[in-house]
C-alpha cells in the first residue's frame, strides 16, 4: 500500500502549538507504530456508535501490558447479537488526541456468534478503539479510554489491602484498577483487597506515570492479618498454625493444611490478564509471621522463605509463564516490635535470579508514617505515600532496564 506522507502530516500540523509540544513523545509513537502498519491518518469524523453485543475485551479505562518500549497488544473480544450474526468481515481504527487512523481489515477467529482478535498499539493512551461491519459500515462500536502500557498484581497482607488510615487518590486520570466488573480510575479503596480504606497504589501509580509517560493498572489481591502459611495452594501443609486459623484446617495427624483460599483468590484475579499480561507481582507480607504472641504460631524464617518459594513457583507453573516476584522486607508491628531478623532475612534470601526482585524496606518506615500518631502497624497518610514512594524506587532501575530496547519492526 502505498503511503501518502502528506496525508499523514496534515491532521497533526493543524493541532494548536501548545499540543504539539505538550504531547511531542505521544505523536512519535503513533507515527512510529502507523509506519509499521502503513496506516494513512485522516481527520476524525463523527460516526454512529451502534452496540456489538456483549463487548468482553477491551474495556474502558483497561491498560494493556506493553511487550515493546514503543507498543503493545490489544486484545480483542466479543459476541455479537442474533441480529448481526450476517457480519462476514470487520474493520478496526483508532483515535489519539482527535486524530483517527483509516480503516483496516481485522483478522479475526469466530467461535459460533464470538469472535476475538488482536491489534498493536503504541504505548501510552488513552485512545479509542473503533470496530465495524465492513459491508454495513453503520453498525460500528467505539470503545474509549484505552491504554497501552504496565500492569501490576499487588498481594500481601494489609498494608497491600486498603488497611491504611487516609483514603487516596492519584492525581493522574491514567492511574487505574481492575475490579470485578471491569476497570475504573484507581482511589481508594481498591477493588480486589479486602480493606475498606486506603493503599500505596495511587501514589506508585502517579509516579510511574510521570517517570514512564504511560497508564499504570492495578489488580489488588491482598488480604489482611494473612500469613503466608494461608497463600499455600490448597493441600499444602505445615507444622505450626498462623494466629487466624479461619483459611487453614487442623488435621487428624496434628498437621496443619492451607485450604487455598487466598491462593485461588490470587490465580482467579490475574488469570483473565493472559499470558504475560502483567508486568509484576509486588508482594508485601510477613507481619502475621513474625513475633506473634503466641511464640508456637510465630514461623521460623527458614520455613517462610520455603513456603513464599513454593508460591512463587505455584503461581507461575499455573500461569504459564515466568511471572516477576518483587518482595518486599516487612515484619513491622508497633514502636518496640519493629522487625523480625529472622522474617527479614528470609525475604531478603528470596532476591537471587530465577526467583524474586528487591522490593522496599517498609520496616523502616515508622513514627508519624504509621497510624494512630505512630502507635499502629498501618500507613498514616504520609506513610502510605512514603511507602507508594519506596516501591517506585525500586521499580523504576528495573523497568528502565527491561524495555530500554527498541522494538523491531
Request: with cysteine; charged share 20%; hydrophobic share 40%.
Amino acid at each position: 500500500m502505498k503511503r501518502s506522507i502528506t496525508r499523514m502530516q496534515d491532521p497533526i500540523l493543524k493541532l494548536p502549538r501548545h499540543t504539539l509540544l505538550a504531547h511531542s513523545a505521544r505523536y512519535l509513537g503513533v507515527l512510529l507504530a502507523s509506519l509499521l502498519c502503513s496506516l494513512n491518518i485522516q481527520a476524525l469524523e463523527p460516526k454512529k456508535v451502534l452496540g456489538f453485543g456483549d463487548m468482553l475485551e477491551p474495556q474502558p479505562y483497561q491498560v494493556f501490558q506493553r511487550d515493546r518500549i514503543d507498543s503493545g497488544p490489544i486484545r480483542i473480544r466479543a459476541c455479537l447479537p442474533t441480529m448481526d450474526q450476517s457480519i462476514s468481515s470487520m474493520e478496526w481504527s483508532w483515535v489519539a488526541d482527535g486524530v483517527a487512523s483509516a480503516w483496516f481489515p481485522l483478522a479475526v477467529q469466530w467461535d459460533d456468534t464470538c469472535f476475538q482478535a488482536q491489534v498493536r498499539l503504541p504505548a501510552g493512551g488513552w485512545y479509542t478503539l473503533r470496530l465495524r461491519d465492513r459491508d454495513d459500515r453503520a453498525k460500528t462500536h467505539e470503545i474509549k479510554y484505552i491504554g497501552v502500557g504496565e500492569v501490576f498484581v499487588v498481594a500481601g497482607q494489609s498494608n497491600a489491602a486498603n488497611h491504611g488510615e487516609a483514603i487516596m487518590e492519584p492525581r493522574s486520570d491514567r492511574v487505574v484498577s481492575l475490579s470485578q466488573d471491569g476497570w475504573q480510575p484507581a482511589k481508594d479503596p481498591q477493588p480486589g483487597a479486602s480493606g475498606r480504606r486506603g493503599s500505596f497504589m495511587p501514589t506508585l501509580g502517579d509516579k510511574l506515570v510521570d517517570a514512564l509517560g504511560v497508564p499504570i493498572g492495578f489488580v489488588a489481591c491482598g488480604l489482611g492479618a494473612t500469613s503466608v502459611r494461608e497463600w499455600l495452594p490448597a493441600g499444602d501443609t505445615f507444622d505450626r498454625p498462623p494466629t487466624l486459623e479461619g483459611r487453614v484446617k487442623h488435621l487428624d495427624d496434628g498437621r496443619w493444611m492451607s485450604g487455598g483460599e487466598a491462593f485461588d483468590h490470587f490465580m482467579h484475579r490475574v488469570d483473565a490478564l493472559g499470558i504475560e499480561g502483567f508486568r509484576a507481582v509486588l508482594w508485601h507480607q510477613g507481619e502475621s509471621d513474625a513475633n506473634q504472641r503466641d511464640p508456637g504460631r510465630t514461623l521460623p524464617g527458614e520455613d517462610y522463605a520455603k513456603m513464599l518459594s513454593r508460591i512463587i513457583s505455584a503461581t507461575r507453573a499455573q500461569l504459564g509463564w515466568e511471572v516477576p516476584w518483587f518482595v518486599a522486607q516487612t515484619s513491622y508491628h508497633v514502636p518496640g516490635d519493629e522487625a523480625s531478623p529472622d522474617i527479614r532475612r528470609a525475604q531478603a534470601s528470596m532476591w537471587k535470579p530465577g526467583l524474586a526482585l528487591q522490593g522496599p524496606d517498609t520496616d523502616a518506615l515508622k513514627g508519624m508514617l504509621r497510624e494512630s500518631y505512630g502507635q499502629g502497624v498501618h500507613f498514616s497518610r504520609e506513610g502510605l505515600i512514603a511507602h507508594g514512594q519506596a516501591w517506585a524506587h525500586c521499580l523504576l532501575p528495573w523497568l528502565t532496564r527491561a524495555t530500554d530496547q527498541p522494538s523491531s519492526p
